[in-house]
């Protein structure tokens, strides 16, 4: 019935923050309950403090609420002086308020008041957070989880039973996060594309506890039928905006919210405020138009489902009511009580299972589920995995981590395109500038630490459309060497490994380290070469080296490069990717005449190579009508059978 539920579905930290706090306060009541003498309850309350700050460390917010509960009992004397105490301090917070507020009108400022100076971080946005954090119809706490409305008289029957501890913490709590976030958050106080308000669901369970003492009133006969009415009425609308929360993807009701001068309005404008624009009354009107429910079973194929868990509120509701109405449980009761426990596990089991069909996981990609097995056997501990876009991240989340390498999900980068009907935010010829500005030191600092890096890239050359920009950025920084794909190759599930070799500067006013004489073709001169790691390796190693090609005139067709390591017999011993220039990117029918462009590859050298001298062979060729590979003709200084160029650089194998 609370904002929880829709933030379920989210891997935000508040609802942990929130669990985590609950915890903290239980082993709090219980350490004073002890008396504070007991050594394990207060180890166990330190640990739960930490835990509470790991979590999230904003959730320090809480602390003086948290120790108002620890609080030891006092005599009836000693309780005039706390609340003398408590005044005094809501006296000094009143006048750090008021200073705040109107320091500058006094002549003060803010120079001696932290308070203002906080505010001054947080701008114009102070009230207006605080304003939905509290009181807007569509934003605030009340608003998202109306039922802890009933926290409001449930703190006051706190307060007249003499329960003071609860009722001041539960006030304290809220107002803690709600000012503490809308003073510090500053342009930020929405919390993100969210349901709001995000940053008070930590606060929700403690309005649970003060609402508590109203569900008690209506335990104990006569029932008032007014406030059962009201609390039966309150609990059905809260119900109604979870369902709202959690039936529809977020993003839908965003894009239902309507248009004004062009612009559509935020989800954290005016419609917090406005009736007709709140989201439980915009996301009923789409389940009628055909919006797909973003509910796990209606994604995962088994709509009968809920009714498992009907089935057993059901059953859990009867054995409260038995409960209530016995007080006292015999063993065979107990016992009884533990079945709905075992039901519900088993019910979580297959929901669990269920949801591996779910496509929000990418389980409708036949081809994920082999390359995750290709990925497990190809890579070591240490290694890590970069995923070319959002799109598989939560495949991996869902289907559990690589028992070696570690995945890195990288975001959408502002050069790719979604679809072949949408237009990418960036266009240009160098790849540097299609990645975020924190893709690129992080792709160099991950390189840093590896021999190797792999990409998990969701597109290849079957969509000409696709931009691929880290996969551009790797071929022209780094040595692609080889490219893995599924039997059936699924296009859109390739594995590329590449070496982290720092290949040369395309930018930089450098030539090749060796010159060549080699020109295939009429057109296609290999200009050169560089070996980054030098020409001597031991058997295993990886081998990078960087081609530079220039075309003497403009050429007609897209040619293909193949490259060998070969005995001084001429045996084969090791074979590079075969691919267009460039990481397979380059098409030679669009190089301009005399403009040098690098070609960074790598092979790996077969662990049982043995050792000695061996030389570099490189095919230039085609594919013709009927998709026949053509070579072409090569000459210089060494050469073989017309068509395979040889380096004049010997690789020696120690």
Not at 26 to 41: H, K, M
Not at 184 to 200: A, D, E, I, M, V
Request: glycine content about 10%.
């Amino acid at each position: 019935f609370t904002i929880w539920w829709t933030y379920s579905q989210s891997l935000f930290r508040e609802p942990l923050a929130g669990l985590t706090l609950l915890v903290a306060a239980l082993l709090a009541e219980r350490w004073r309950a002890a008396g504070s003498r007991s050594v394990g309850l207060t180890a166990a309350l330190i640990a739960a403090f930490i835990a509470v700050l790991l979590v999230k460390a904003t959730s320090a917010l809480a602390f003086p609420a948290l120790l108002v509960i620890a609080l030891p009992r006092v005599r009836r004397v000693e309780r005039r002086i706390l609340l003398r105490v408590v005044g005094v301090a809501a006296l000094v917070a009143l006048i750090f308020v008021g200073l705040a507020v109107f320091g500058d009108a006094l002549g003060v400022g803010g120079r001696y008041n932290p308070l203002a100076r906080l505010l001054e971080r947080s701008g114009a946005y102070f009230g207006t957070a605080l304003h939905t954090y509290l009181f807007s119809i569509g934003g605030s706490i009340w608003g998202t989880s109306p039922v802890t409305l009933l926290a409001l008289p449930g703190t006051w029957l706190l307060w007249r039973r003499g329960n003071a501890r609860y009722a001041v913490a539960v006030v304290l709590m809220l107002l803690a996060f709600a000012v503490g976030y809308a003073a510090s958050s500053g342009g930020f106080w929405f919390g993100g594309l969210s349901l709001p308000p995000r940053f008070l669901v930590p606060v929700v369970p403690f309005l649970v506890l003060g609402a508590l003492p109203v569900f008690e009133r209506l335990t104990r006969p006569p029932v008032p039928r007014l406030l059962a009415s009201g609390v039966l009425l309150l609990m059905l609308y809260s119900l109604w905006v979870q369902l709202s929360g959690v039936t529809l993807a977020w993003g839908d009701y965003v894009a239902a919210l309507p248009v004004r001068e062009s612009q559509g309005l935020i989800e954290w404008g005016g419609g917090l405020n406005v009736a007709q624009y709140l989201r439980w009354v915009i996301v009923p009107v789409l389940w009628t138009r055909g919006y797909p429910l973003n509910v796990v079973w209606a994604r995962a194929g088994v709509p009968n489902f809920p009714y498992a868990f009907i089935g057993l509120a059901l059953l859990c509701g009867v054995g409260v009511l038995i409960v209530l109405r016995h007080r006292q449980l015999s063993r065979r009761d107990v016992g009884l009580a533990a079945v709905p426990a075992l039901l519900w596990l088993l019910a979580v089991g297959a929901g669990l299972r269920a949801v591996y069909r779910d496509p929000l996981y990418a389980s409708d990609r036949p081809g994920l589920f082999p390359m995750r097995s290709i990925i497990a056997a190809e890579t070591a501990p240490g290694d890590v995995l970069l995923l070319s876009s959002p799109e598989y991240q939560n495949f991996f989340l869902n289907y559990g981590s690589l028992d070696g390498a570690r995945v890195v999900g990288l975001p959408t980068q502002p050069g790719d395109r979604p679809s072949e009907s949408q237009p990418p935010e960036i266009e240009s010829d160098n790849p540097d500038l299609l990645l975020t500005h924190l893709t690129i030191p992080l792709i160099h600092s991950l390189a840093d630490g590896q021999d190797r890096l792999w990409l998990l890239e969701n597109k290849g050359p079957d969509f000409p459309w696709a931009v691929r920009p880290v996969e551009r950025f790797m071929a022209q920084h780094y040595y692609p060497i080889r490219v893995i794909q599924t039997a059936p190759p699924d296009p859109t599930v390739r594995l590329i490994e590449y070496s982290t070799a720092d290949a040369p500067d395309p930018a930089g006013f450098f030539g090749a380290e060796t010159q060549t004489d080699l020109v295939y073709g009429d057109a296609l001169r290999l200009v050169g070469y560089t070996l980054p790691r030098g020409t001597s390796f031991t058997a295993g190693d990886v081998l990078p080296i960087s081609f530079q090609w220039q075309a003497t005139e403009p050429v007609d067709r897209d040619y293909r490069v193949a490259w060998f390591l070969r005995a001084a017999d001429g045996s084969p011993v090791a074979q590079g990717w075969d691919s267009r220039p460039g990481g397979d990117f380059e098409r030679t029918s669009a190089w301009q005449p005399g403009v040098p462009l690098w070609d960074n590859r790598a092979l790996r050298l077969p662990p049982d190579v043995p050792p000695g001298e061996y030389q570099l062979w490189v095919k230039v060729y085609f594919f013709d009508d009927t998709m026949t590979p053509r070579d072409l003709p090569v000459t210089g200084a060494e050469v073989l059978d017309g068509t395979i160029g040889v380096l004049p650089t010997r690789i020696t194998v120690r």
